[in-house]
């Protein structure tokens, strides 16, 4: 068996137990507010449209959008009452799913309730049953077939969209599909997506059970078929590992060199004695507000993001000034403790091929300016919304042919199959060296610099304990070894995973 197989294989019963906990909590839940909701509209003529219309309008909105929306909410809520609130991880992900079972559910019911002959009605009215035992022995035995065809739909949707929990903090398949599209893995992306789809046709093929039986009036159908599913969402309700100890949980943004810092982090809290928990693919603000609510507990950040996104600063002074400033100003506004740089920077910087480069006579963004109408610039999902892209623009003024977007992985295929004349590459990432591309200098200074800086949360502001830990890390990973770790991920051929990078940066 390959090592990568063998990692994602490793790696699957914890997140398809995890994976099962949210989605089959969705659904219950839609189920719970679906049903009298449908109940209701059926009833009602007047709440049917706007019912049917909001549950409609939810579908309407990427899942993935919808999931991103609660962490603010979630945020901002815990902030204006003074409650806990955990805005990552679990509850967002778990209101967002809810919400985007609910259209099948409430639909189908609203179907199978005013499908039921009329007649029918009118015979149970006129043996005098009330309303509550007309529901409960007429329609909604003779409406279960469709209503459990809703259910059906919903789950499948769910399942499907839970994978991208890991967006918000959530373990889940997505973890196997999103770490293995930013290092190309692509065994990790089959078995995230194969599992996902099993998962998905087993519930799907459980319900279809209980609906046959209730069709066929078949009640071992019906209860092999709840006890089924009853008996998985209880297995995934279990602890996943052993309990007793403290938990840390470690956060990762959604490219290689923070998988592989993540893994490092988590290898020497571990032999320090402490339990470990991941939270990967999170976007750059969103990683640092969780750790400043307590959601996690310890992550890499650069100091050039939060110097800019953080703390709104424009100006860019030199790298030791700014851990400095950042030191200070992190800790008195929001209690977080910068440990210190783990020894290298990771820089935005534009790169081209080099033979591109050379025959446009480009060295520097300078030099860039004269020539980028007639070229295109592929960027790394986050830049061109970030003020260091407006910093850029303002000192050099760029206006490129075209503007697209992409995960870091398929930015660097861009440059290097054509796509794209100029990227945003990272200072750090070894497939610079491997593609032979140039980085373009920058004299007059738009971009800061971006020193690796070890972040701990509020709450370990006085935990000597973990800071011990971590303290072996500060300083001690130069550029170069950053870069060959990560070109271990990230090249074509003998890949290896994050945590075996981890091991061989920090041995």
């Given at each position: 068996m390959s090592p990568t197989l063998a990692d994602a294989l490793a790696a699957l019963p914890v997140l398809a137990r995890a994976h099962l906990l949210l989605s089959g909590s969705a659904v219950l839940i839609g189920v719970a507010l679906g049903l009298p909701l449908a109940i209701l509209s059926a009833r009602h003529p007047r709440l049917r449209t706007p019912v049917l219309g909001l549950a409609g309008l939810v579908q309407t909105v990427p899942a993935l959008a919808l999931l991103a929306l609660f962490y603010p909410a979630l945020l901002i809520l815990g902030q204006a009452t003074g409650l806990a609130i955990p805005a990552l991880g679990f509850l967002p992900a778990l209101i967002a799913l809810s919400l985007y079972a609910l259209l099948p559910i409430v639909r189908n019911g609203v179907a199978a309730l005013q499908g039921i002959d009329p007649a029918v009605l009118e015979a149970a009215d006129g043996l005098g049953m009330t309303a509550r035992q007309r529901l409960t022995l007429i329609e909604l035995p003779l409406g279960a077939p469709v209503i459990l065809a809703g259910i059906r739909t919903a789950s499948v949707w769910t399942i499907g969209a839970a994978t991208l929990a890991t967006t918000v903090g959530q373990p889940s398949l997505g973890d196997l599909i999103f770490s293995g599209l930013q290092t190309e893995n692509w065994v990790r992306v089959l078995t995230g997506c194969a599992a996902a789809a099993a998962l998905a046709l087993a519930v799907d093929g459980l319900l279809a059970l209980v609906e046959t039986g209730l069709r066929r009036r078949s009640r071992w159908r019906?209860?092999?078929?709840?006890?089924?599913?009853?008996?998985?969402?209880?297995?995934?309700?279990?602890?996943?590992?052993?309990?007793?100890?403290?938990?840390?949980?470690?956060?990762?943004?959604?490219?290689?060199?923070?998988?592989?810092?993540?893994?490092?982090?988590?290898?020497?809290?571990?032999?320090?004695?402490?339990?470990?928990?991941?939270?990967?693919?999170?976007?750059?603000?969103?990683?640092?507000?969780?750790?400043?609510?307590?959601?996690?507990?310890?992550?890499v950040d650069y100091s050039g993001t939060l110097w800019a996104n953080i703390l709104g600063r424009t100006d860019t002074p030199p790298a030791n000034r700014m851990?400095?400033?950042?030191?200070?100003?992190?800790?008195?506004?929001?209690?977080?403790?910068?440990?210190?740089?783990?020894?290298?920077?990771?820089?935005?910087?534009?790169?081209?091929?080099?033979?591109?480069?050379?025959?446009?006579?480009?060295?520097?963004?300078?030099?860039?300016?004269?020539?980028?109408?007639?070229?295109?610039?592929?960027?790394?999902?986050?830049?061109?919304?970030?003020?260091?892209w407006r910093a850029v623009q303002g000192a050099y003024r760029l206006r490129f042919?075209?503007?697209?977007?992409?995960?870091?992985?398929?930015?660097?295929?861009?440059?290097?199959?054509?796509?794209?004349?100029?990227?945003?590459?990272?200072?750090?990432?070894?497939?610079?060296?491997a593609l032979d591309l140039v980085t373009l200098g920058d004299p007059r200074r738009a971009l800061p610099s971006y020193d690796a800086v070890l972040l701990l949360a509020p709450r370990h502001d006085a935990d000597s304990r973990l800071a011990e830990a971590l303290r072996p890390l500060i300083g001690a990973i130069p550029v170069g070894r950053m870069r060959q770790a990560n070109l271990l991920v990230d090249r074509d051929t003998d890949k290896r995973t994050p945590a075996e990078a981890a091991r061989w940066l920090d041995p």
């Open positions: 019906v209860r092999t078929g709840l006890m089924a599913l009853a008996t998985a969402l209880g297995l995934a309700m279990l602890p996943a590992g052993p309990s007793g100890g403290e938990t840390i949980v470690v956060g990762a943004k959604n490219f290689s060199e923070q998988y592989i810092l993540a893994s490092a982090i988590e290898r020497r809290l571990q032999a320090a004695g402490f339990r470990t928990e991941r939270r990967d693919n999170l976007g750059s603000t969103v990683a640092y507000q969780a750790l400043a609510a307590g959601d996690i507990d310890v992550y851990r400095q400033v950042l030191t200070e100003e992190l800790r008195r506004r929001d209690g977080v403790t910068l440990l210190g740089p783990l020894g290298f920077e990771n820089a935005y910087a534009l790169a081209m091929r080099r033979s591109r480069a050379a025959a446009l006579g480009v060295r520097s963004l300078g030099d860039l300016t004269l020539v980028a109408p007639q070229l295109r610039l592929g960027a790394d999902l986050e830049f061109l919304t970030r003020p260091e042919a075209a503007q697209t977007s992409y995960s870091p992985t398929f930015m660097y295929r861009a440059v290097a199959n054509g796509s794209a004349d100029v990227i945003t590459a990272f200072s750090s990432d070894g497939r610079i060296a």
